[in-house]
Structures are given as structure tokens and as C-alpha cells.
């Protein structure tokens, strides 16, 4: 028997990233764990819930850009620090070594394992946060969380965002193949 919770958003855990725009004509980097992928296939959209208060939703509508890098566990603190503060009264400029791609208005985070800068395509408004979607113009990762020339989560160590019990978790261990484990179920059901 379960317990009705109301509308409970239980879609956790999900990435925690930090979201690059450039405002007021300085870099700003803000937490950002309400993320979403769009359109798995070429381009590749991805979204980002930002709420209409916070400082960084200017430099996107300004730039027409923003970069979204995937901090490893080793950047918990500094996460967290882009979560607190805002760039409305706080320069967050010099938090992190930064790098430029080929997108003005999206800078990137030397220290964070991965990093996509993204044009701005669509904008969908909430009342308390504005959805901005991106396509991603390039992807730069670090050799060492690469195998096999793809991102190897495993080696990235991402900070799991949970929102019931506000803490950062991390990855466990691989459960089982995807598009694979469930062979076997599908060959009995179809009765061999
Ligand atoms: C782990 C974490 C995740 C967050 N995720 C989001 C999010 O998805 N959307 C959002 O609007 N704010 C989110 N925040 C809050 C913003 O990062 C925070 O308000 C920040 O100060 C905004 O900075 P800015 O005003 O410079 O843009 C998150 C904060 C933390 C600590």
C-alpha cells in the first residue's frame, strides 16, 4: 500500500552542474540541478531550469548562451559556493580557472571534468523559472575520465543532487547493460 504524497516531485536524484554565462560583461557560474535532456540525436538539446530571480537567467537572454560543466565530487565545495551566493552582489568570476570555447557568452571550467557550451535555441516560461534550452555546440572533457573516447561516468564521479534529503550523493556502482539485461525477459515472454 503506498502513501499519497500530493504532487510531490520525486524525480530525484539528478546531475548537479554549474551553469557558465557571461553578465553584466563578467563570467558568472551558478549550481544548477533541475536539467533535462531534449533531443538525443543530432542536434542535441538540453534544458535548464533557472529561476527568473537569479542573475545568471540575464547573460543567457543577453548572450543568446550558456555552458553547463559537470563538477567531479573533488568540487563539492565550490558547488555548493555557486549555489549560495549570487552574482547580483557577489563576483563569482574568479572562483574558478576559466576557458573559453567557440560560443560567446558561455564560459567553461577548467577544473570541472566536463563542460558543454550550448547556443540558447528556446525559452519556455514557468512562473517561477524560465526553461532555457540549448543546443550543445561542443563538449570538452578531461583525457582522464575518458574511455573508449566517450565520458566515462565512473571516472568523472558526479554530485548527485537530491532535493528530499538536500545532500549531494554520489554514483554507485553499474547495476547492469542497458538495452541487454532485459533480453532474457523478452525472449520468455514471447515464449521463447
Ligand atoms: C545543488 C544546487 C542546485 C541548484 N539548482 C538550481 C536549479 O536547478 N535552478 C535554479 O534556479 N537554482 C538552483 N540552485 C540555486 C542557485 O544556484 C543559486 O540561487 C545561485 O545563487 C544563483 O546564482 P546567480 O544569481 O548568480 O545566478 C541550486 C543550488 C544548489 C546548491
Redesign the pocket.
Known amino acids: 500500500m503506498k502513501r499519497k504524497l500530493g504532487p510531490a516531485n520525486a524525480l530525484y536524484p539528478s546531475l548537479?552542474t554549474i551553469v557558465g554565462t557571461v553578465v553584466d560583461g563578467r563570467p558568472?557560474f551558478?549550481?544548477?540541478?533541475?536539467?533535462g535532456i531534449m533531443n538525443h540525436g543530432q542536434p542535441q538539446y538540453i534544458s535548464?531550469?533557472?529561476?527568473r530571480a537569479?542573475?545568471?537567467?540575464r547573460g543567457i537572454k543577453e548572450h543568446k548562451s550558456f555552458s553547463v560543466c559537470v563538477p567531479s565530487e573533488a568540487l563539492v565545495r565550490e558547488?555548493?559556493y555557486?549555489?549560495?551566493?549570487?552574482?547580483?552582489n557577489t563576483d563569482?568570476s574568479d572562483v574558478f580557472e576559466i576557458f573559453n570555447g567557440d560560443v560567446p557568452g558561455a564560459p567553461m571550467i577548467e577544473g570541472c571534468p566536463v563542460c558543454m557550451e550550448c547556443r540558447l535555441t528556446q525559452t519556455v516560461d514557468f512562473p517561477a523559472?524560465e526553461v532555457f534550452i540549448g543546443e550543445i555546440v561542443n563538449t570538452y572533457a578531461d583525457e582522464a575520465v575518458l574511455t573508449d573516447e566517450r565520458v566515462d561516468i565512473g571516472k568523472v564521479r558526479p554530485l548527485l543532487?537530491d532535493m528530499a534529503s538536500v545532500k549531494?550523493w554520489s554514483l554507485g556502482k553499474e547495476v547492469a547493460s542497458c538495452w541487454s539485461v532485459g533480453k532474457g525477459l523478452k525472449k520468455e515472454r514471447r515464449g521463447g
Do not use: E, P, Q, R
Open positions: 548537479t558568472n551558478s549550481a544548477i540541478a533541475h536539467v535548464i531550469g533557472v529561476n537569479h542573475y545568471s537567467g558547488t555548493d555557486v549555489g549560495l551566493v549570487s552574482g547580483k563569482k523559472h543532487f549531494y
